[in-house]
């Protein structure tokens, strides 16, 4: 394990020390250049210019032993300045590339959240035609002014025209309201899973939740051919399909009550719209504080 410069340079100051105290409780076998004893002051600029191998010739050890803790103390300076400036350089360059890590993190956050803004010019253009598709099945026409704005709490009951044809002036009037409302469904779907794909939502955690949510919400509570096979009810001159949408004009959408029931797949409907609602609004407020902020 590789030890911080301020370890090595305690260790060498250490040492410093350490040596000066053996060469003091040596100092019968040093001579020292004006012949007087070896005091623990002189001990200790002995072991200092001894580590860092200066060594004037002041001070000479007399004996192998004194020679071999000398010869030590140089090595063992010598180590140490090593591993030191070895472990400084790399302090040095870690810190260096932590720095250059953060920086092309952040130039690619910042291209990531350019490219996701750019992009969603052209998607606010797809979830606007989905939000009047939404507006137009939970709409019935006798609410509908000569605009249309989303209706946040729409009851069951606002859904009775959903089987009747799309007034937005971009369909076929053949066209039925909850077929308009899943397709443009299904492309608010397609580009959602395109940012997935495409873009790093790691720094914008609540869209990606949000997408994610919405694309399971939509998934789970896809019925569309059930709400198909009830538009097709003509074999009986439509009896069958009038009682769905007297339903849906007067029972309370309790999906335990009617969990076997032709009104079922509407009740999944409505609930999912709800939750779709939310989300779809939610994502919009999200995508809007990030340009907001950048």
Same mark, same amino acid.
């Given at each position: 394990?590789?030890?911080?410069?301020?370890?090595?340079?305690?260790?060498?100051?250490?040492?410093?020390?350490?040596?000066?105290?053996?060469?003091?409780?040596?100092?019968?076998?040093?001579?020292?250049? %004006?012949?007087?004893?070896?005091?623990?002051?002189?001990?200790?600029?002995?072991?200092?210019?001894?580590?860092?191998?200066?060594?004037?010739?002041?001070?000479?050890?007399?004996?192998?032993?004194?020679?071999?803790? /000398?010869?030590?103390? &140089?090595?063992?300076?010598?180590?140490?300045?090593?591993?030191?400036?070895?472990?400084?350089?790399?302090?040095?360059?870690?810190?260096?590339?932590?720095?250059?890590?953060? $920086?092309?993190?952040?130039? $690619?956050?910042?291209?990531?959240?350019?490219?996701?803004? *750019?992009?969603?010019?052209?998607?606010? /253009?797809?979830? @606007? +035609?989905?939000?009047?598709?939404?507006?137009?099945?939970?709409?019935?026409?006798?609410?509908?002014?000569?605009?249309?704005?989303?209706?946040?709490?729409?009851?069951?009951?606002?859904?009775?025209?959903?089987?009747?044809? *799309?007034? $937005?002036?971009? +369909?076929?009037?053949?066209?039925? #309201?909850?077929?308009?409302?899943?397709?443009? $469904?299904?492309? #608010?779907?397609?580009?959602?899973? =395109?940012?997935?794909?495409?873009?790093?939502?790691?720094?914008?955690?609540?869209?990606?939740?949000?997408?994610?949510?919405?694309?399971?919400?939509?998934?789970?509570?896809?019925?569309?051919?059930?709400?198909?096979?009830? @538009?097709?009810?003509?074999?009986?001159?439509?009896?069958?399909?009038?009682?769905?949408? %007297?339903?849906?004009?007067?029972?309370?959408?309790?999906?335990?009550?009617?969990?076997? @029931?032709? &009104?079922?797949? #509407?009740?999944? =409907?409505?609930? #999912?719209?709800?939750?779709?609602? %939310?989300?779809?609004?939610?994502?919009?407020?999200?995508?809007?504080?990030?340009?907001?902020?950048?």
């Amino acid at each position: 394990m590789k030890l911080k410069p301020w370890m090595y340079l305690i260790t060498y100051i250490s040492l410093i020390f350490v040596f000066a105290l053996l060469y003091w409780l040596c100092s019968n076998e040093i001579k020292t250049f %004006d012949g007087e004893e070896l005091s623990f002051p002189k001990s200790l600029y002995f072991s200092t210019v001894t580590i860092t191998t200066l060594g004037y010739g002041d001070i000479l050890p007399l004996t192998k032993t004194t020679m071999a803790i /000398v010869a030590s103390e &140089v090595v063992l300076g010598i180590v140490i300045i090593g591993l030191f400036l070895s472990s400084l350089w790399q302090s040095f360059a870690n810190r260096i590339e932590k720095q250059q890590g953060m $920086l092309i993190k952040k130039r $690619l956050a910042e291209q990531n959240l350019h490219k996701l803004l *750019s992009f969603y010019s052209y998607l606010s /253009v797809v979830i @606007n +035609n989905y939000k009047l598709a939404l507006c137009e099945v939970t709409t019935p026409l006798n609410k509908r002014g000569s605009e249309f704005k989303l209706n946040i709490d729409f009851q069951f009951s606002d859904l009775k025209d959903m089987f009747g044809p *799309s007034l $937005l002036l971009k +369909n076929s009037f053949n066209k039925s #309201v909850f077929k308009n409302y899943y397709s443009n $469904l299904e492309l #608010v779907l397609l580009e959602f899973k =395109f940012i997935l794909s495409n873009f790093d939502l790691t720094d914008h955690p609540e869209i990606h939740a949000n997408i994610i949510d919405f694309l399971r919400t939509s998934k789970e509570g896809d019925v569309k051919e059930a709400l198909e096979s009830i @538009n097709e009810m003509n074999s009986d001159d439509g009896k069958m399909k009038k009682m769905v949408i %007297d339903m849906i004009e007067t029972i309370e959408p309790d999906l335990e009550k009617y969990k076997s @029931n032709l &009104v079922t797949p #509407v009740i999944i =409907f409505f609930i #999912v719209l709800k939750k779709q609602t %939310d989300l779809i609004l939610a994502i919009e407020k999200d995508i809007g504080n990030l340009k907001t902020h950048s």
